[in-house]
């Protein structure tokens, strides 16, 4: 079974930066796909990046250049660095993983309790 836990959420001004991670429990061996979605109130989930098994990220439309998915070489942290905060952007923030690649799509198996983000004008 595997366990995520995300941190770093918090409050920061328009233009500013958050460096969101999440913590794989549980990890077993066994490679997992993982990526970050959001959900924005009465809004749906979507998904903000994924990366697959060679490190290569696909990122949303909307935060490409601004937001940056990385691991550490344990594959046992997720990392999302977003800067250039936008007031559109205060979500709430989940990581997620998957023995198989869904991009981001939210169709993984494995799902965090979330972070919250907040961005002021």
């Known amino acids: 079974q595997v366990h995520l836990v995300e941190s770093g959420g918090g409050s920061v001004q328009s233009g500013g930066s958050l460096r969101l991670s999440c913590t794989v429990y549980?990890?077993?061996?066994?490679?997992?796909?993982m990526a970050w979605f959001r959900q924005a109130p009465g809004k749906e989930r979507e998904g903000v990046a994924a990366?697959?098994?060679?490190?290569?990220?696909t990122y949303a439309d909307s935060v490409k250049g601004r937001f940056t998915i990385s691991q550490d070489k344990l594959e046992t942290s997720l990392y999302l660095q977003m800067d250039s905060l936008k007031p559109e952007d205060t979500a709430m923030y989940y990581c997620?993983?998957?023995?198989?690649?869904?991009?981001?799509?939210?169709?993984?198996?494995?799902w965090g309790q979330g972070t919250q983000v907040t961005v002021s004008s």
């Open positions: 997620a993983a998957d023995r198989s690649w869904g991009g981001l799509r939210p169709i993984y198996t494995y």
């Open positions: 549980g990890y077993a061996y066994i490679r997992y796909y």
């Open positions: 990366i697959d098994g060679n490190g290569s990220a």
